[in-house]
């Protein structure tokens, strides 16, 4: 018989995990609070997505289609997909968990990255595998980093493309060198969640690489430029033996159904989603051009958000900024704990902010130190 404990314990490493720290949101004293910290998107969501949800409200009694086949077959209408490909779940952070729960075990080795998104981590220490973190390159993930860590460990590598917090991205001709390098087995994890946001050419959001691969799997979101975060929408495209295999062990009913609805509809509404890349990438650009004119550093985004450094200066340092920023209602991310000891992370927000932490950020960079 096993050696009697004076309470529950939970497996080895899971109280080594440092939870999840989410973007603040209030403001104590102030009226007017504008949250800049969760790249959520500033205007809201599509009309037809809010019409579908209130709808959904009519049927509450009922179970939810645990295929959540309107919403798969409306992503897969949107980006030409074969539904089967498709699994759908309770935000994108539920499936990092899942592929985590169903291919990782303790000895196991996840390849993440230096700034990567801190899910990888934590959903890797939880199914008691290890966790190996390599360095990025100007704030961006670099493949030869990557593939000098593969060991005969490996089973997994995650990497977030568009980053967060850096907004950078990875060109589609070294996602594709990464996979052709790695061994057949270990499993390449794209999570796109700010994908609908990049215009560059170069650029594709992992479609491409998992359909003529068995080990490529793509993770997006509706929690951002869909204006859906609330609802906890996310999908996966993935090949049909990885999708197999977290269907047997995910909840049965994990979407619900307000959700399954409002994210058909969402998805269906292409212009509106246009409508939102043309707003974030004016302010992108705004906001960039600002920030440097007042003699910050700013990481080159293709996303909704900017990462913004600070000068290492007493008074001047991000810390400093935050506590300047929050007092006026601006709340935007401290990125400590992503290996930006001095920076911020701030969402494009509706212009009313954009303006106004612009003008902040002046007055905090001209007064003395
Ligand atoms: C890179 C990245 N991946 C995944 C997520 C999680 O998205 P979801 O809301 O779909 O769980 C986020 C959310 O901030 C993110 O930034």
């Not at 798969?72 to 985590?100: F, K, Q, T, Y």
Request: include cysteine; proline fraction near 6%; charge should be negative.
């Amino acid at each position: 018989m096993s050696v009697e404990m004076s309470k529950p314990v939970p497996r080895p490493g899971i109280l080594e995990i440092a939870a999840y720290v989410p973007g603040k949101e209030h403001a104590p004293g102030v009226a007017r609070v504008y949250k800049l910290s969760s790249n959520e998107t500033p205007l809201g969501a599509s009309p037809k997505a809010i019409e579908a949800f209130k709808r959904a409200a009519d049927n509450l009694e009922r179970y939810p289609d645990g295929q959540a086949r309107e919403l798969r077959d409306a992503i897969a209408a949107v980006h030409g997909l074969n539904p089967a490909n498709i699994l759908c779940g309770n935000g994108s952070d539920e499936l990092l968990a899942l592929l985590c729960h169903v291919y990782l075990a303790p000895g196991d080795e996840s390849i993440v990255t230096e700034h990567g998104f801190a899910i990888y981590k934590i959903q890797t220490m939880a199914a008691g595998a290890t966790p190996v973190v390599v360095r990025e390159k100007d704030h961006t993930v670099d493949v030869d980093a990557i593939l000098a860590a593969v060991t005969e460990r490996t089973k997994m590598v995650f990497i977030a493309n568009p980053g967060n917090p850096t907004g950078t991205y990875v060109p589609v001709s070294e996602i594709r060198r990464l996979q052709a390098a790695l061994p057949k087995h270990v499993m390449l994890v794209l999570d796109a969640a700010y994908a609908e946001y990049v215009r560059r050419n170069d650029y594709e959001s992992g479609i491409e690489v998992v359909s003529s691969n068995a080990n490529v799997v793509m993770t997006r979101t509706f929690s951002k430029i869909y204006g859906l975060a609330a609802l906890r929408v996310g999908w996966m495209y993935a090949p049909a033996a990885i999708i197999d295999a977290l269907d047997r062990v995910r909840g049965p009913f994990n979407m619900n159904a307000p959700a399954i609805a409002a994210g058909a509809a969402a998805i269906r509404d292409q212009s509106f989603v246009q409508e939102a890349v043309s707003f974030n990438q004016l302010w992108i650009e705004t906001l960039t051009n600002a920030f440097e004119a007042l003699g910050l550093k700013v990481t080159p985004s293709v996303t909704n958000f900017v990462l913004i450094h600070f000068p290492d200066v007493d008074g001047k340092r991000a810390v400093d900024a935050d506590e300047f920023l929050t007092s006026r209602g601006y709340i935007l991310r401290a990125v400590r704990g992503y290996g930006f000891p001095n920076s911020l992370r701030m969402s494009i927000g509706p212009e009313e902010a954009n303006r106004g932490v612009i003008e902040a950020l002046g007055e905090f960079m001209g007064r003395k130190a």
